[in-house]
């Protein structure tokens, strides 16, 4: 086994929540700091994922993250909140999302699609954090851009800080009935058997430097083990969703978590009926700079080490549901690799069912 063929691999965060209560605006002020704050094309926009490096980071969280305490590459965020990768992260016992952010509206507190969110969490393991997200509606708040909250908190009236806590101890009561010993992220002492939440504005940005000073933080201190890949080894991924895309049929969108995929590479794919067995034509990426939300503007690329995510053009993809797993077969038996799948569909099934 050699060093150089092993590395750590970008931790991939998962937006989970309720409908309304601010997942998107939150992505949204993620990528839009770090492209404001960081030098020109430190964020890399994938298929489906937003890659974050650890420079970036550290400037949009000022003091909160010194670079020299951490030596994962960064954050991977899943940009689909509430869909596929939703049911999926459920169905996948936590191999796609490796840590969430919960996104809670302050006022709204729990709601379906936050106990939804929690079940997962829950089941899989997946370590969180709680972004009690508005903070800026709270009557008689005094906005401060883009800070850390703790400062912003200090320093709001009585009047608007009571006002908050109302609604944080009502958020921290909801989480302990679901068996969650949660507090102030600020008070927190140990991460894996408390759960932090950061009261935070997607819209005027403070707390948001708090929330990735979280995910880093809880990345480093419990999921480093399992963030050590083999760059050589053979691409293991998750379907985030199916699209006809012309010119090249039925593709996939993938998020990459072990490995590496080749230009081809032959695959196992999991489908409706058996496993899919077809060989990469392309790998395709955004066009840098192009606006991320055209679809049409791909660029091709050689391969996709992880973690990434990727569109998979390939013969035969139609019968592919969202929420399998994809393998790389390099040189293994195939026959191996779609029992695999198999195993993994098996529990996919399961999830769903539970729906
Ligand atoms: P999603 O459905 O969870 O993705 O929620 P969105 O991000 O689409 O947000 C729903 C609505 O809440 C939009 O009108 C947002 O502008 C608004 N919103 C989201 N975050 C905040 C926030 O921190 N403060 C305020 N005032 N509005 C917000």
């Known amino acids: 086994m050699s060093d ?19 997942k998107t605006s939150l992505l949204d ?3 839009g700091s770090a492209v404001s704050d960081g030098e020109a094309g430190a964020i890399t926009q994938h298929i489906g994922a937003t890659a974050v490096p650890l420079d970036t980071i550290s400037e949009m969280a000022g003091s909160l993250v010194q670079p020299s305490d951490f030596d994962l590459p960064g954050l991977l965020f899943i940009d689909t909140p509430g869909h596929h990768s939703f049911s999926t992260l459920r169905a996948r016992g936590g191999a796609l999302a490796d840590i969430a952010i919960l996104v809670v509206d302050v006022n709204d507190g729990f709601q379906p699609q936050t106990e939804e969110a929690i079940d997962i969490l829950q089941r899989t393991g997946t370590p969180f954090v709680v972004a009690a997200n508005k903070v800026d509606t709270t009557p008689g708040w005094n906005p401060v851009e883009d800070s850390p909250i703790k400062p912003s908190y200090d320093g709001q009236s009585d009047a608007a800080r009571s006002r908050l806590d109302e609604n944080l101890y009502e958020l921290i009561g909801q989480l302990s009935d679901r068996d969650f010993s949660a507090d102030f992220y600020w008070r927190v002492q140990n991460f894996r058997n408390n759960i932090g939440v950061v009261p935070c504005s997607a819209l005027t940005g403070e707390g948001v430097p708090d929330i990735l000073a979280v995910l880093m933080g809880l990345s480093q201190r419990f999921m480093k083990a399992e963030m050590e890949i083999d760059v050589e080894g053979p691409g293991e991924g998750t379907v985030l969703e199916v699209k006809d895309q012309q010119g090249f049929g039925a593709t996939l969108d993938v998020v990459v978590y072990d490995g590496i995929i080749r230009e081809g590479d032959t695959i196992v794919v999991g489908a409706s009926n058996e496993p899919i067995v077809t060989e ?32 998979i053009a390939a013969p ?21 690799v779609v029992e695999e799948v198999k195993a993994e569909l098996a529990e996919i099934e399961v999830g769903t069912e539970e729906e």
């Open 280 to 311: 990469v034509r392309a790998l395709l990426q955004p066009r840098p700079n192009a606006e991320i939300r055209v679809e049409k503007q791909f660029e091709q690329v050689d391969s996709v080490g992880a973690a990434a995510g990727v569109k």
């Open 316 to 336: 035969d993809l139609d019968n592919a549901i969202a929420g399998a797993p994809v393998r790389v077969v390099r040189d293994r038996p195939e026959e191996d």
């Open 4 to 22: 150089q063929a092993h590395s750590l691999r970008t931790p991939i965060v998962a937006v989970l929540g309720h409908v309304d209560h601010g």
């Open 29 to 31: 002020k993620i990528r």
